[in-house]
Structures are given as C-alpha cells and as structure tokens.
C-alpha cells in the first residue's frame, strides 16, 4: 500500500518536471538532457526504489540517485528544484536513522546547490541564491523529518506496547484458563465428597449392620431394602453429577430437601432427629445448594464421629442473614482439633464463595452453624 503512495508521488513530480521542460523546451539547450533524467529516475525507482520502500537494503543507493538527479534536473532548469520535493522525503523514509536522514537531505540539498552554480553560472548572485535555496531546503527537510522521525518511534513505540498488553492479555487469559480449570477440580471434587462420598459411606455402613446381623441370624429384609436404596441414590447422585446438574433435588425448595435428608439419616443411623424451617422468604438457588452441602456434611459428621442418640437441624431468618444450624448431643470434639480436609474445611469454602461463613461449637455435644447473607434481591 505504501509503495503505491510513493510511486503516485513520484509520477506526479517527474510529471511536475516534464511540464516545466516543455514550457522552457526551446530555450534550454540542455532539455533534452533533462528529460533523459527524468526517465532514468523513473527506471529507478521501478527498479530499485520501489523494493527499497517495501524494505529492501538499496535505499541507500536509491538516495544516491535522486541526489544526482536533483543536480542534473537544476542544471539544466533552476525551476526544477522542485524535485527536492521528491528526494528528501523519500531520503528520510529510506534511511534507517536520523543522522542518514539528515545526511540525506544534505547530499540532494548539495545537489540542488550546485545544480544552480551550472544553470545560472559562477557569481555571486548564484551564490546567493544557492546559498538561501540550500538553506530553506535543507532547514525544512531537517524539520520536517525529525517530525516525521519523531512519530514513527512513537508509533514504533506504540505498536510494541500493543504488542506487549496483547501477549499480556494472553498470558492472562491462559492463567484465567488454567485458574478456571483448577476451580472446576476443586467444585468437582467438593461436589464428589458432599454427595457420592457420603452415599457410599451411607452404604458401607449398612453393609456392616447387614453382616452382623447375618452373622447373628436375624438379617433383615428391611436392612437389605435400606441398602438397595442407598445405592440407588448413589448412582442416581453419581448420573446427576456426571450430568452437571445438582446432585440433590430441590424441585421441592430447601425445606423439603432437608426433610428428605433427615427422613434418610434417620432410617439409615437410627438416630432420632427434628427438623425446623422457619424463613420469611426462599432463598436462592446458590444459596440453598451451599446450605443443603452444609445440612449433608453436619449429619455426615454425627453419623460417623458423634455417637449421638438425638440431633436437632434448624433453618430461620436472623435479619438479612439465614442460619442453618445442626446440633447434637453425642461425645463433642474440639473445635481447634478438627483434621484439614474436604470436609469443614471444604464447607468453609464452599459458603465463602457465596458470602457466608461455618462455626462450630463443642459443649456436651456438637453444634455447626452456617450463616450466610441474603442478597439484596432476595430481601426485597
């Protein structure tokens, strides 16, 4: 693209010349010769400065040549000076840096100079006159090319700026990439632990209880029964999750999902437990699962740790804030001592991401409370 600007500009200005060499044609004796070098500068740069626009290592000789055709072209008419207008730009734009360019510009402007001492003849009217065209020539050609020079670096600077933010951008949408990828293990094995975990744990228990009742004789159909549906719902949480849905139902809202929960805990662990729903408005989805996960890790706890006979699960409003507490009345632990898992601690993580917290308390029994803020939308 470039190189079509330069070779419209080009035309134009041996254009330019040839129509000054035609109107001064009968009185130049030396037109002839002026038009010759118009042609050569126009076999030029087709044949070299073209490719030395488009990057090529001959600016240097193309600079040459339109110094000697600038010398030529005023030798034969001062007026033709005004192909200066054509090789100090290009000898700015072919130089690789300043001080080429400025040596560029000299070498046309000393061109033009003594292109004038040919033309007009040795005097000191010459003199003048190359002297103030050299002046004006070579001062604005300095001006202007530094300006020029000066945006090129900005813009050379800007392209690597560009450049550098570009691969930033990239380098931090692969560390997002990644980040994303390591969240999702975690989700995935939070999502394993909370529900396919402890629905095998579920099972492994009633194994147990179904081998020593074998053992004594007096095996149940109804242990057997409570297997076969704890095995169910594993492999109904395992399809679920593989799915990518939620692991739990809550078609019926929370509370009919902690309902559902502790009609199961009590049929699998024999332990007498009370359920209590008490909020002013649903909450939302995120909300619910992270409370349901915390309902299902608490009981989980009891049934393994607590040896309780009795255990108490609650749900109300205290303010903008909705508590889920579970209590027991078995052996207590302390709190200070409980091992770093995917248990509570996966719990803890859990309700942080939507805002909410886990505490947990141990006097004659255990007590877990979740508290986690409502949003805005849902308060209104």
Avoid at 181 to 209: C, K, M, N
Avoid at 309 to 315: G, I
Avoid at 354 to 369: A, E, F, I, Q, R
Wanted: hydrophobic share 50%.
């Amino acid at each position: 693209m470039a190189s079509r600007w330069w070779t419209a500009a080009v035309l134009a200005v041996v254009a330019v010349c040839g129509a000054i060499l035609a109107f001064s044609w009968t009185s130049r004796p030396l037109a002839p010769l002026g038009a010759g070098v118009l042609v050569a500068v126009l076999v030029a740069y087709f044949a070299i400065g073209r490719r030395a626009l488009d990057g090529s290592r001959r600016g240097a000789l193309f600079i040459g040549i339109l110094a000697v055709a600038t010398f030529g072209l005023v030798s034969v008419a001062p007026p033709l000076a005004v192909f200066q207008s054509l090789g100090m730009p290009a000898g700015w734009v072919l130089a690789r840096s300043r001080r080429a360019g400025i040596l560029s510009s000299l070498a046309v402007a000393l061109g033009a100079a003594g292109g004038f001492f040919v033309s007009l003849g040795p005097s000191w009217e010459t003199l003048a006159t190359s002297a103030v065209t050299f002046t004006f020539s070579f001062a604005g050609s300095i001006v202007l090319g530094l300006w020029i020079w000066r945006i090129a670096v900005y813009g050379d600077e800007r392209a690597r700026l560009l450049d550098e933010l570009t691969a930033a951008q990239d380098e931090l949408a692969t560390l997002h990439r990644d980040a994303g990828v390591t969240g999702e293990r975690e989700r995935l094995a939070r999502e394993l632990h909370d529900t396919i975990a402890q629905s095998l744990a579920g099972v492994v228990l009633l194994a147990q209880r179904s081998r020593r009742e074998l053992a004594s004789g007096a095996l149940r159909d109804e242990s057997l029964e409570l297997l076969e549906s704890a095995a169910r719902d594993a492999l109904a949480e395992t399809r679920t999750l593989v799915a990518g849905s939620a692991p739990v139902e809550l078609g019926g809202g929370l509370a009919g999902a902690l309902e559902l929960l502790a009609e199961r805990f009590r049929r699998e662990s024999g332990v007498s437990i009370t359920v209590s729903v008490a909020l002013d408005t649903p909450l939302d989805r995120d909300a619910e699962v992270a409370l349901l996960r915390c309902a299902q890790e608490g009981l989980a706890n009891v049934r393994k740790h607590a040896r309780a006979t009795a255990v108490s699960m609650s749900l109300h409003d205290d303010g903008d804030v909705a508590v889920l507490r579970i209590s027991d009345d078995g052996s207590g632990l302390d709190p200070a001592a409980i091992p770093d898992g995917f248990g509570l601690s996966g719990l803890r993580a859990r309700l942080a991401l939507v805002g909410g917290t886990l505490t947990v308390t141990s006097d004659g029994g255990t007590t877990v409370t979740a508290r986690l803020p409502r949003s805005p939308e849902e308060e209104a």
